[in-house]
């Protein structure tokens, strides 16, 4: 079983990821506005640097966790 901090990181990551591709949805529909399309290309960034940061984290949960399991 996960603990529940990992298990929180890869909730988080999981819907993080879910939501990127509904950038590019986002973009089409305000192709008129080059605002909009900032917007959305800047909250598309900072999001992927969240699940960066969130998947690298996550990582280190679970291998400390498989160490404390084969222990």
């Known amino acids: 079983m996960l603990s529940n901090a990992t298990y929180d990181l890869m909730e988080t990551a999981t819907v993080i990821s879910k939501g990127l591709h509904r950038y590019d949805t986002f973009k089409k529909d305000g192709a ?7 917007i959305w290309d800047q909250m598309k960034h900072a999001d992927e640097e969240q ?14 966790e498989a160490q404390a399991k084969a222990a």
């Open 51 to 64: 699940l960066q940061k969130v998947a690298a984290h996550l990582k280190q949960h679970m291998d400390k």
């Open 32 to 38: 008129s506005c080059q605002a909009c399309q900032q």
